[in-house]
């Protein structure tokens, strides 16, 4: 009988210290699963942070991307108003009445005189008829003028003057037409 007790005293022994075991791996295993799931949750929040950043980060590139695209629309639309204010320009200078073309010509003509020594005058075929020995050049108005050796021109002609009218008033003309 002796030997059965010691041997049942071992097995409950062993059984104690396997329930034991069993007991200390659930509870590690409970603590190991709960530290799994802190990591997963901060990784989970530090991933929807680097996430909303770089949607953010994306948000401002497009939103900078379409306010250039939206700039460059807008001065194209400028420039192309612009363009079409001395374009049509351009046509009203080129209608102008046969007195009125006569006047300029001849006012610019002393004008020319006072700047150089005229000898060659050239001018739109409409307004060779205004000047004696003049040219018959692709202008839409005014005159060019040049010296005996052609070394020296004045560029009166409409089609310079607003070119460069253009050049000279443009911040003035977009804060007329845009302010």
């Known amino acids: ?79 192309q108003l612009i363009e079409s204010v001395f374009s049509e320009l351009g046509k009203k200078l080129e209608k102008l009445d046969s007195k009125k073309r006569e006047v300029y010509v001849k006012k610019l003509l002393e004008k020319a005189k006072n700047d150089i020594e005229v000898a060659n005058v050239y001018v739109n075929e409409k307004d060779i008829k205004f000047l004696e020995n003049a040219e018959s050049v692709e202008i839409i108005g005014g005159l060019i003028a040049e010296n005996e050796d052609k070394t020296v021109r004045v560029d009166y002609s409409f089609d310079t003057m607003l070119q460069s009218l253009k050049e000279n008033e443009l911040q003035n003309i977009n804060k007329i037409l845009f302010s």
């Open 1 to 79: 009988m002796g030997l059965e007790i010691v041997k049942d005293e071992i097995i409950r022994n062993a059984k104690n210290q396997e329930e034991s075991l069993i007991a200390e791996a659930r509870k590690e295993t409970i603590r190991l699963m709960d530290e799994s799931e802190k990591k997963i949750v901060g990784l989970k929040e530090e991933s929807d942070i680097e996430t909303k950043r770089i949607i953010d980060l994306i948000k401002k590139q497009e939103l900078a991307s379409a306010e250039l695209e939206n700039k460059k629309v807008l001065l194209e639309a400028k420039k």
